[in-house]
């Protein structure tokens, strides 16, 4: 056997073990941190509820009606709970699921578009994006849809390659609208939105009228119809307000108006999705370059047309939108990840220009991570993660300084590997971080302290805020007073379940033989100064627990 055949051997077996420990790790890091306000206790609870209740049609929040998003990842969740417990691991699963299995579409897209080598450096790019990895292991709804979105990409593409098999094409076309369907139960309309723009957009770029062919409308449409209609035709039977309010109010208005408040600059999404790719920004702009310049003959099929025709809609629909959040873009990265994947001469010099920025984002950590903050929160958080930014600093530091190395010994692959590494060390460093800072971000602590104090028929009151987190580790519902925010439907719809004004729950607490309130030092105070009965059980940040005697 000779060397070269022995080095090639010897780097499969690197790689194989590479991925068994990146695989482990991805799993292992859903557990072992409290869940975050907001996004992750109003996720967990919503399917914790479901379950309880048995109501898998109208998604219900801290017992109120809420309508804000279809059901299917709190199915999926719920699920979870009933066979794997209760548990943090459980309740991010789904979201887990859904990154790893985006990981390994993009490296079966990637090899059969541009060969082996192009899968490999999809997976890299992918799993190098900090904004990938950390919304992977956070429960939100973004990642499933991502995954759904990205589904619906390599169907629709498979589709077009599989010229001579009719049968393997209807095959993969059904598998485009399942997506498409299954997106919409994760999200709402941007399940159809999304590939009925792609595909315009492309028909208008390149002129393939053949995939219009391909669409297999004929069965593809009824299949989306009959995975996500019945939904539909269940919540707007049970609910009356459900049409006006998801459809119009969830959708248009949110969209067009800014009653989410969440205005954001034109460029928040540039901003969001060039730290997010931070060590491979210099290959996208080259290869956004690139698929401009390099088309297909018009009329023929062109996969980096759908891949870029899919990257400039996603990106400019939601920079219009007047809600900004920074998940929203998530379904980008995959996409341009491929993007970036085709065989391109000059690579070397993009990873080195990637690398670049590696080593100055890690001065930059080792840096503030030693520098005075001025911001209480960003203060509290450095020090509770004052040891993940220090490696995380080192790591990029490292990193940066062997992919140099690499480079100037032309091992342009292994440099990718190593600068990629670095980074998805670095999103794994983040996390770790946020699990030591979770004291400022969860009301898991506030929980179970309440939780070991209460009587289990002794009313919870949470007085002029709502901590997400709260009902999933307390185990129960509370009674909201002078709060609504998204909870306006579910109180209008039952207004028993809410106290609306301070005066009313001064005398329900005066009668009450026992009773127990989460709420601000302040508001505490106040109460007190107005000779209510309070004892104090627990206090954290920003946050008191009382009882009423």
Known sequence: MSVEQRWSGVLRAVCVLGVCAASIIWFAMLNGRSLYDPDEGRYAEIPREMLLNHDWIIPHLNGLVYLEKPPLQYWLTALSFRFLGETEFAARLCTGLAGFLSLAIVFFLGRRLWGIAAGYKAVLLTAASTLFVLLGHQLTLDMLLSFWLLAFLACFLMAQLEYDSPRSRACWMSGCWSAIALAVLTKGLIGIVAPAATVLTYLLWQGDRRVLRRLNLRWGVPLLALIAVPWFVLAARANPAFLQFFIVREHFQRFLTPIEQRNEPWWFFFAVLIIGILPWAPTAARSLILAVRQRMPRGEFDAAAVLLSWCA????????????????????????????????????????????????????????????????????????????????????????LATFELLRRRRDFAALSILCAAWFLTSLGITIGATDSQAAFSAKAAALALKSAAAAEAPVFSIQLYDQTLPFYLGRTVTLVSYRDEFSLGLDQDPARGIAEMTEFSRRWQELPQGYAVMRPLTRDLLLAQGLPMREIAQFENRVVESRR
């Open 313 to 400: 809609f996603m990106f400019l629909f939601f920079s219009f939108s007047n809600a900004k959040l920074i998940t929203y873009i998530l379904p980008v990265v995959p996409a341009l990840a491929l993007l970036c994947a085709r065989p391109v001469r000059g690579g070397g010099v993009d990873v080195g220009l990637g690398a670049a920025l590696t080593l100055l984002s890690g001065a930059a950590i080792l840096l503030a991570t030693n520098s005075p903050w001025q911001s209480s929160k960003v203060a509290a958080v450095a020090v509770y993660a004052r040891t993940a930014l220090l490696g995380t600093g080192a790591v990029l530091t490292l990193g940066a």
